[in-house]
């Protein structure tokens, strides 16, 4: 044990003489678990969400009915169907706002609920206490504990008490108070029977009740996986950048300690005593980094989960808690990945500490030497893992696969980088002309082995940011023009009933300004086990000429106005395997799919009919806004006019504008995260850069004396170092380009119709990548700028140590 | 006190094994310093290391107070250094982010045999007493020289072995830290077996072996 202490102390000096060594080893490890338990806190955090909405209304096995109008129903439903003795219990939600923000109104009865779906709150306390107080006035309401701090001061709601097991911004109280402070006196939204129990269809038939499919919630879950899948990917690939950092500086705290090592073994310290003595010292390091990366990563998450829950909430309608826990779920994991992660960066050091023979030369540059020795092997590896990945391509066929490509792509480009750049300053070497340059170029050869881990870092970072970017810059094109095509009409109005809204059809039919009235329906059901929504379509130039079709058959619109065919959306068609020419049996007799169109951000599959069709074979379903199209200035006299002539509600008018805003915010959101990651990835990189500039100082004096010996000032040999520097991650930005393509096609042909069942055509952006090189040179400078100064206020006496130490 | 018998000693090169030790055996008693002389290349360090346990051998023995230190694996042959033999080099191998007063006690303190008394004498003798603090860069090649000197006899080994200790000085400085080396060896009672090309400074030791092509001449 004292041989491992003093061992162990002897070590730790070189930490303390080396400062910035060892902070860039800490901020390379605690950014790289930062980033990784961040992004595991956000998912662990959101899952929480999901089980506990899903807990709430009982899990899929609690039997749910809904009237087929998509809307609430009398509560007299509920009654003649008890006194039928069915044994449903009624539901009503809604939302409110309240001081700006959601929330969640759910009212139950709590008597006749099925036990499932009781909140924790109402079982715990038993029917002596719980239920009376829920049930009597001043009508008590439950609400998770981050609510009920939320509404401290609110005396509109009834009283509130603590109910841990409930999803946060949801408050759920006795149906009768629900009613009131939602406005639907006397309605219901829904109908709950224990697991097991059911309606006859008769039954289902007569009240306009439709079951509401358990399938609807596992596509929403499929959906959230994979986005979260995606997520935990960019989580991964920063924390490999970080791993890198880690690995360039144990590396060169190796070479440097080299002697050290070896008078620790002539005083009698054994290979293994002082492999484990390392291997300490590197858990203890990332033991240390591991924890200030977990208090990084819980701000990272806090500052990115109001985007997540944003983006799911508005891509998947999953609610996810816009707070955030340290549990035990990603804090272990993380600082696993931080131990785990260092060791196996250090692994290949320890090993050499392992063989180090107690004579072995110190010779600094050794290790960089065989590293260079290694530039044939790395290509043969590259290769390798090229080949690995289109093997996967090939034969792999699930989401999985399409991230174990993209490792592939990753791992091949970052082993074959240091032999690429190695061409390419052959090449330059080859077209310089003066000594200078030429000195240069023999110079950044000589550099590359001790950068190469950093530019490796540099080169992920951009590839990442080449590939999301032109996958979301394409995704924002296409979707912007998906949502002028499908929110063609410049207003949407919702009659209050079927009877009103056929009114405001007739009169706005009537308006001179009006130039189409398009009218929809839409109801739910259930193909080949899929929930999936019905909707029409009609006769009008604003859908044939507008609609977002992928493929089309001849004939098309012809075929569905005839009642013939139909469409369907991409996702449905990914899904099931359907194509053109094949059938979907929705209704009373199968249809013929004349097309196939975008339907980007909706989780369901669509199937798109004809509204004569629609309304013959599904008369329940359920009208949706009727679009009215004229020129966007008679908007407004418009709607005043039709306010003034029937009594519409406020939310019942949907101007598209205001539509299409909130698409895009909920677009940016879901990218927000993404981007923010990215740019973390790059601030990693440049860590690396900078460590790697920092650590090979020392070694860079010893170059440049000679040359500073024959009379180039320092200050010029500062300047010529940036620049070497820049020429560096300049080269490394031009073999990012094509990587990040790659990394963008499989992003959108593969990733993405695997994850969310949609594909989107592939566009290039070249000021995206001009953008990008500007970005990496000006990374590199920010990373060489310290160590260039440095060298520029270099002694004379230390540059001439360099002579000394020759001799 | 120290047995060499019979030892063989080969590398292997491109052309082949290369045989630097053949057969060598000698003996040196309790106290006795030994030169241990000859050409670049006959072998002189090889052996040294070979005593110390840095290097194994391919046949024969050594043997160090009845112990066939020989026979041992790295594990063993380095707990044995570490608390029999103190070594002193050409090139000082001090740590460098290690003070001289760290320096000088680290492998009493790995040995768990740090006695106090004895190492402010010891720093006091070699003239280190004012540099504790300082860090090996700041110091001169004979001061580097002797904080070594300090280090490998911190312990008070049973043998110290010394390569070339002032290979790397000039005459002066090496002649002073040679009589310092052979007083304190003289104090501390161990045996010395020291690697020079300087025969001046070999005699100042019992007794000169010289080494021609891996044979004792």
Redesign the interface.
């Known amino acids: 044990m ?2 491992t202490l ?2 162990l102390a ?1 070590l730790a ?2 930490w ?3 400062p910035v060594q060892i902070v860039a080893l800490l901020v390379g490890l605690a950014l790289a678990t930062a980033l990784w338990s961040g992004v595991q806190a956000i998912n662990t955090e959101a899952c929480a969400s999901y089980a506990k909405a899903t807990a709430l209304l009982g899990g899929p096995d609690v039997k749910v009915f809904r009237p087929n109008t998509g809307k609430s129903m009398p509560q007299t439903v509920f009654v003649e169907l008890r006194r039928a003795g069915h044994l449903v219990s009624p539901m009503i939600e809604g939302t409110i706002v309240v001081d700006g923000r959601r929330l969640r109104i759910l009212g139950i009865e709590p008597i006749s609920l099925p036990v499932a779906a009781t909140p924790e709150g109402l079982q715990a306390t038993g029917e002596a206490e719980g239920v009376p107080a829920f049930l009597r006035p001043p009508w008590e309401a439950l609400a998770a504990p981050e609510t009920l701090i939320r509404l401290v001061g609110n005396e509109t709601l009834p009283p509130r008490r603590a109910d841990s097991s409930l999803p946060e911004n949801t408050l759920v109280m006795d149906i009768g108070i629900a009613q009131q402070v939602l406005g639907m006196e006397w309605q219901i939204g829904r109908l709950l029977m224990e697991p097991g129990m059911g309606l006859h269809v008769d039954v289902l038939h007569r009240f306009g009740l439709a079951p509401v499919a358990a399938a609807e919630h596992d596509v929403s879950a499929g959906l959230t996986n994979s986005f979260h899948l995606n997520l935990t990917a960019f989580g991964f690939l920063s924390f490999l950048v970080g791993l890198l950092i880690v690995r360039a500086c144990v590396g060169l705290a190796l070479e440097q ?1 080299l ?2 090592f ?12 002082l492999t484990i003595a390392v291997l300490i010292e590197v858990v203890l390091l990332a033991l240390l980094a591991g924890l200030a990366g977990l208090v990084l990563g819980y701000v990272i998450a806090a500052a990115l989960l109001p985007d997540v829950a944003g983006s799911l909430r508005g891509l998947y309608g999953a609610s996810v808690s816009g707070t955030l826990r340290f549990a035990p779920e990603w804090v272990f994991p993380g600082m696993a990945m931080s131990v785990g992660g260092a060791v196996l960066a250090a692994g290949s050091a320890l090993w050499r500490v392992y063989r180090l023979p ?2 072995a030369a110190a010779r600094p540059d050794a290790w960089r030497d065989a590293q260079a020795k290694q530039v044939r092997r790395s290509l043969i590896a590259a290769a390798a893992c090229a080949l690995a990945g289109a093997l996967f391509y090939v034969y792999g066929d699930s989401l999985e696969a399409g991230f174990v490509i993209i490792g592939c792509l990753l791992l091949s480009a970052a082993l074959a980088l240091p032999a690429l750049i190695g061409a390419m300053l052959t090449v330059l070497g080859r077209a310089a002309r003066s000594a200078m340059s030429e000195w240069m170029i023999a110079d950044m050869r000589q550099q590359l082995p001790g950068l190469s881990l950093a530019l490796v870092a540099l080169l992920l970072a951009l590839a990442a940011n080449i590939g999301v970017g032109t996958m979301v810059g394409g995704f924002r094109e296409t979707f912007l023009d998906w949502l002028d095509r499908q929110l063609a009409a410049e207003v949407y109005v919702r009659g209050a009933d079927e009877a009103q809204a056929r009114a405001i059809d007739a009169w706005a039919a009537r308006q001179p300004e009006v130039r189409n009235v398009l009218p929809g329906r839409m109801t739910d059901t259930v193909f080949a086990g899929q929930p999936i929504e019905v909707r029409s379509v009609v006769d009008a130039p604003t859908y044939l000429e507008g609609w977002p079709l992928l493929a089309v058959a001849p004939g098309a619109w012809d075929a569905i106005f005839a009642g013939e065919g139909a469409m369907i959306s991409e996702q449905l068609a990914y899904r099931l395997g359907l194509g053109l020419g094949d059938t979907v049996d929705v209704g009373p007799g199968p249809l013929t799919i004349f097309g196939i169109y975008a339907d980007y951000g909706n989780p369901k599959g669509q199937i798109m009919l004809s509204l004569a069709r629609l309304e013959q074979d599904f008369p329940e379903a359920r009208r949706m806004g009727t679009g009215f199209r004229l020129a966007p200035e008679d908007v407004g006299p418009l709607l005043t006019r039709l306010t003034a002539t029937f009594d519409v509600a406020p939310d019942s008018v949907i101007d598209q504008a205001a539509l299409k805003t909130l698409s895009r915010q909920t677009f940016e959101r879901t990218f927000a995260v993404t981007a923010a990651l990215n740019l973390l990835t790059m601030l990693v990189a440049s860590v690396a850069l900078f460590t790697a500039l920092l650590s090979l100082f020392d070694r860079r004096v010893a170059q440049m004396a000679p040359i500073w010996a024959l009379g180039i000032s320092r200050r010029r040999l500062a300047a010529l170092e940036l620049g070497k520097t820049l020429i560096m991650a300049a080269l490394t930005a031009i073999v990012a380009v094509p990587v990040g393509l790659i990394l963008a096609w499989l992003l959108v042909a593969v990733v993405n119709v695997k994850a969310f069942g949609w594909r989107r055509p592939l566009i290039p952006y070249p000021e995206h990548w001009f953008t990008l090189g500007l970005l990496s040179i000006a990374v590199a400078a920010a990373a060489a700028l310290l160590p260039s100064w440095r060298l520029s206020r270099i002694g004379p006496a230390h540059l001439l140590k360099v002579f000394a130490n020759a001799r | 006190m120290l047995t060499i018998r019979f030892v063989r000693k080969t590398y292997p090169t491109p052309e082949g094994p290369l045989e630097v030790l053949r057969d060598v055996s000698l003996d040196l008693a309790e106290g006795e310093t030994l030169a241990l002389i000859g050409e670049s290349g006959s072998g002189k360090s090889t052996l040294l290391h070979t005593i110390g346990g840095l290097e194994p051998i391919d046949s024969g023995q050594i043997i160090l107070d009845g112990t066939e230190i020989s026979a041992f694996g790295d594990r063993r042959a380095s707990a044995f250094r570490r608390d029999r033999i103190g070594i002193v080099f050409q090139q000082f191998n001090l740590v460098s982010s290690l003070s001289v007063d760290q320096n000088v006690r680290l492998q009493a303190r790995l040995s768990g045999r740090h006695d106090g008394t004895w190492i402010t004498r010891l720093t006091r003798t070699l003239g280190l007493d004012g540099l504790a603090a300082r860090y090996p860069e700041q110091l001169s090649g004979g001061q580097q020289q002797r904080v070594a000197i300090a280090r490998a006899l911190a312990l008070r080994p049973d043998l110290v072995l010394a390569d070339e200790p002032t290979g790397n000085l000039d005459a002066e400085t090496g002649d002073k830290v040679m009589e310092l080396l052979l007083e304190l060896v003289g104090q501390t009672g161990c045996g010395l077996v020291m690697v020079t090309h300087n025969l001046r400074l070999a005699e100042m030791l019992s007794r000169q072996v010289r080494l021609i092509e891996g044979r004792i001449a």
Do not use: E, Q, Y
């Open positions: 004292t041989v003093w061992t002897t000096s070189h303390r003489r080396n300690r002697a050290s070896r008078t620790l073994r002539t005083c009698g310290v054994s290979a293994r005593r107690p004579l």
